[in-house]
């Protein structure tokens, strides 16, 4: 079906695009932590100027998208992408390996409805071309304009007015180990069109710089699902747009596992009366990763509802930033805006930061915010460990049912959830040190005066737990020179003295301070939690 409104960019769009890009990239400075979005997240270190040179050279080479399929005109003498097959459920895919397009298929069925699906490859149709042109407007840092500026390969999806796409479009991004690398993905729907688009994003090694830009016509509606899952080597910087018409719905949702460095926005504008979106995300960072996630839910016109529910876990070493924005114009009355953030900190070390605000200019409307951080409970882990589970099965199951409510629902839960699985496989422990088991209820130290030695089992071990004022300490129970237990000796200046012998050994340590006894005993971490002291046990 021809369709009046693929009026074409003509083939140098592409060009010309990279060359406004690269040119506004040069006039604008990397963000630094000056900037409130980036102040949690630095750039010193990573080399992006180096980054950039490289990906300068590669403009020479014709970027990757090969193909046109679905394209109503299919250009002469240009290759074509193989064909990819459509599995039960899906509508229509585009796959890459790197920057080449090594699958494409759309049904056919939608194919004859005026469907397009194509990789982004210098020939696209006028809507898509002002879409992502508007994108160089809005590109407020160098990493946005660098983006558009080195666009490498990617694909658009148009679904034609009152077309509504059953079945998924799936794009799968397979990155290089190493290099940079600039996907995009530009969705634009018709009037009153629909469908579900899931993007799968894996591999790399290097750096990741990707787009997103979606345009919902009046009634339009888009599911929109996102895997990140790079190499936990990867840099990753991601701007993702749409923008929504008269009684237009989005449906989000952006899950992250992978990469070292994640740094993303997804901004969601309501630009018509009626508009509704629901942004989720699901987030895990383990050891040595970084993730600063934002979004912002801009309502542009009256009686627009928004929703924003991000939750995140984050272990080991790992630091989460989460910053969202619910930003009303001055005719935006009856607006309805709440953003939910949930954070589970799964131990010492790690971190979540949660930075939800509100930017309100009409006096009509209901915008709230909330923002929890916890921890697992120690009756749930007790509960489940009542029905047989060891302590890292039961805190892997915990946080996978956290976790499930938002990814349960996406076309790649499978992937997604056995991803959460993977990362919490080696355990829910301190990388390295062991895991903080519970030992004794606080109450048991309240007794007695300022110093107090307590027995407790741990994991088949007796050790002796002792309290100074508000500093717990624990040393194996039994001394080191004959048998004797520790948690019945005197406390002195820091040392317990062996109730048999009369050794010392260092609280702090376990060191031997005083003779007959000439080897130390094993000493551990303590603290107190929620009412229980905990022992970190690296057994
Ligand atoms: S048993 Fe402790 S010093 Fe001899």
């Given at each position: 079906m021809a369709n009046p409104v693929l009026a074409r960019a003509g083939r140098g769009w592409l060009e010309e695009l990279r060359a406004r890009g690269s040119e506004l990239a040069r006039r604008l400075s990397w963000p630094t932590t000056q900037e409130e979005e980036w102040r949690r997240t630095s750039l010193a270190g990573l080399k992006l100027e180096a980054l950039e040179a490289g990906a300068a050279g590669l403009l020479a080479a014709p970027v990757g998208g090969n193909g046109k399929g679905g394209t109503p005109h299919e250009p002469e003498g240009r290759p074509q992408p193989p064909e990819g097959h459509l599995a039960e459920g899906q509508a229509g895919l585009v796959r890459f390996h790197g920057s080449a397009c090594t699958g494409l298929a759309l049904a056919e069925e939608w194919r004859r409805k005026g469907v397009l699906l194509a990789a982004l490859d210098g020939e696209v149709p006028g809507a898509v071309a002002a879409l992502m042109d508007s994108g160089l407007q809005r590109a407020d840092n160098r990493i946005a304009a660098w983006h558009l500026g080195s666009l490498s390969h990617g694909a658009l999806l148009y679904v034609p007015e009152g077309v509504e796409l059953a079945g998924t479009v799936t794009v799968d991004l397979e990155e290089q180990a190493a290099g940079a690398s600039f996907p995009h993905l530009a969705v634009v729907l018709g009037?009153?069109?629909?469908?579900?688009?899931?993007?799968?994003?894996?591999?790399?090694?290097?750096l990741v710089n990707a787009g997103l830009d979606a345009q919902l016509g009046d009634g339009a509606a888009l599911e929109l699902y996102q895997l990140q899952d790079l190499g936990l080597g990867s840099l990753f910087f991601s701007h993702a747009?749409?923008?929504?018409?008269?009684?237009?719905?989005?449906?989000?949702?952006?899950?992250?596992?992978?990469?070292?460095l994640a740094k993303t926005r997804m901004d969601c504008s309501?630009?018509?009366?009626?508009?509704?979106?629901?942004?989720?995300?699901?987030?895990?960072?383990?050891?040595?990763?970084?993730?600063?996630?934002?979004?912002?839910?801009?309502?542009?016109?009256?009686?627009?509802?928004?929703?924003?529910?991000?939750?995140?876990?984050?272990?080991?070493?790992?630091?989460?930033?989460?910053?969202?924005?619910?930003?009303?114009?001055?005719?935006?009355?009856?607006t309805d805006a709440y953003l939910s953030n949930k954070n589970l900190i799964l131990n010492d070390g790690a971190r979540a930061d949660s930075i939800p605000s509100l930017r309100i200019d009409n006096n009509d409307v209901r915008c709230s915010h909330g923002s929890t951080t916890g921890r697992i409970s120690p009756e749930e882990l007790f509960y489940l460990g009542s029905r047989g589970l060891s302590p890292d099965e039961a805190r892997a199951m915990l946080v996978l049912g956290y976790f499930e409510e938002l990814l349960a629902r996406a076309p790649f839960a499978e992937a997604a959830l056995a991803g959460v699985a993977g990362r919490l496989a080696a355990g829910c422990a301190v990388?390295?040190?062991?895991?903080?088991?519970?030992?004794?209820?606080?109450d048991a130290f309240r007794q007695g005066g300022d110093s107090i030695a307590v027995a407790v089992e741990c994991d088949g071990r007796t050790l002796a737990v002792f309290r100074l004022g508000e500093q717990y300490f624990a040393l194996d129970d039994t001394c080191?020179?004959?048998?004797?237990?520790?948690?019945?000796g005197e406390i002195l200046d820091g040392e317990v003295y062996c109730p048999k012998h009369g050794s010392r050994f260092d609280l702090r340590t376990g060191e031997v301070r005083g003779l007959p006894a000439t080897q130390p005993v094993n000493a551990y971490r303590v603290k107190e939690e929620e009412g229980k002291v905990w022992v970190l046990w690296d057994r």
């Open positions: 009037r009153g069109a629909r469908a579900v688009v899931a993007q799968r994003l894996a591999g790399g090694g290097g747009y749409a923008a929504l018409g008269r009684d237009a719905s989005l449906r989000s949702l952006e899950a992250h596992l992978g990469s070292r309501l630009e018509g009366p009626g508009a509704e979106s629901y942004l989720n995300g699901a987030y895990l960072a383990g050891a040595g990763q970084h993730m600063d996630l934002r979004t912002v839910q801009r309502h542009r016109s009256p009686k627009a509802t928004s929703r924003a529910l991000y939750k995140g876990a984050v272990k080991d070493s790992g630091r989460t930033v989460y910053q969202g924005l619910i930003e009303v114009s001055p005719g935006a009355s009856g990388e390295g040190e062991g895991r903080w088991l519970p030992v004794a209820e606080a080191s020179h004959e048998y004797s237990r520790l948690s019945e």
